[in-house]
């Protein structure tokens, strides 16, 4: 599986999250709504220091993971995050 950031997204991680050079974002399974593969299930993402990474892409000095233990959740999926323009907020496409 692959985590993807695209460069909208970076920059709405820099301006809304004030992400900067050595943090850690990570992404998990949290309950509660749903998502595409899971019912009572969907994505979290908050600043956190890793425990132990299942999958991690590193841009511009900021780190985006997923611990090991949350790798269910994508059902063998890659996590492409990007902005809904429209919105200002993230968006998640999960593809194979």
Do not use: C, Q
Not at 43 to 59: A, C, K, Q, S, Y
């Amino acid at each position: 599986m692959k985590l993807i950031i695209t460069n909208d997204a970076l920059d709405w991680f820099k301006k809304e999250m004030e992400a900067t050079k050595g943090d850690y974002i990570r992404f998990y399974a949290r309950y509660g709504g749903s998502s595409p593969f899971h019912e009572a299930f969907s994505l979290g993402m908050n600043r956190e220091e890793p425990h132990d990474i299942g999958v991690e892409t590193v841009e511009d000095g900021i780190h985006f993971y997923i611990e090991n233990d949350d790798l269910w959740f994508f059902n063998e999926h890659d996590l492409h995050v990007k902005v809904d323009s429209t919105l200002d907020e993230l968006k998640y496409e999960y593809t194979k």
